[in-house]
């Protein structure tokens, strides 16, 4: 089956996983507003090809390595991820999208290249990269990830006031294909009888508490939206059933 622009598949849940605590001090006294936006390059373009959650990790590691201030900043290859994601999972052969944990542990295990050694030709998807691309991505592997716990909307606040972007999943509803979100970038509620369109793995990296919104990072191009960007209520990402599998990378290679 091809997902076209969407390929976020829901976490299986495993009790191993590190998880996010908010800092007392900043929960209790968090900032009106936060935008991390000007640290991320333009948005991407996945394209015909489910690989969102290759996209949205591949977004979240640029913007930590210009955080971090890597001499050797690189952008990754979406498609090295996106292979490595789905060899876990097995299902190399297919457009099947992937689970947002088993992107974050290739990354970490396999490490990831840079995409002028592993273009993002999608007619490629189900090509193994060549050995070099292997070699190289093994100095850079994430050292350092965290999920963060489904328990309201403080959890996720506090990652972004501290200053870092969380990938996660959400469902898309008929209306996030509208032309009004198209233009403005502004997501609604579903409606009550709205279809599912599929599943798509995103970066948050902001939020404005007056107007009770999320700032989020689509991998549909800069053409999109807000300049690719978008925004979502608070209530569209703390209900469980219309989003889930909150990451934040912490740490790589300088």
Request: proline share 7%.
């Amino acid at each position: 089956m091809r997902i076209k622009r969407f390929g976020w598949v829901r976490d299986i849940p495993d009790q191993r996983d590190f998880r996010y605590e908010p800092p007392p001090r900043l929960a209790e006294a968090l900032p009106a507003k936060t935008d991390l936006r000007a640290g991320f390059p333009a948005c991407y373009n996945q394209g015909e090809l489910g690989s969102c959650t290759a996209n949205a990790i591949a977004g979240a590691l640029q913007f930590l390595e210009r955080k971090e201030g890597s001499p050797h900043a690189i952008m990754p290859s979406r498609l090295f991820i996106y292979y490595n994601e789905r060899a876990l999972e097995g299902t190399i052969d297919s457009d099947s999208g992937a689970q947002i944990r088993d992107g974050i542990k290739s990354v970490a295990k396999r490490g990831f290249c840079p995409e002028e050694l592993w273009p993002y030709d999608i007619v490629k998807f189900a090509d193994k990269p060549p050995e070099r691309c292997y070699r190289a991505a093994l100095k850079d592997r994430v050292s350092q990830y965290l999920r963060l716990d489904h328990v309201g909307a403080l959890p996720l606040l506090t990652c972004l006031a501290s200053g870092y972007p969380f990938v996660f999943g959400f469902s898309v509803y008929e209306s996030f294909e509208s032309p009004s979100v198209r233009a403005t970038g502004v997501v609604p509620m579903p409606r009550l009888g709205e279809r599912v369109l599929g599943g798509h793995a995103v970066v948050a990296c902001g939020y404005d508490q007056k107007a009770g919104r999320f700032i989020v990072r689509n991998s549909w191009g800069s053409r999109w939206g807000m300049d690719g960007y978008f925004t979502m209520p608070y209530a569209y990402l703390t209900n469980s059933f219309l989003s889930a599998d909150f990451w934040t990378i912490r740490q790589v290679p300088i």
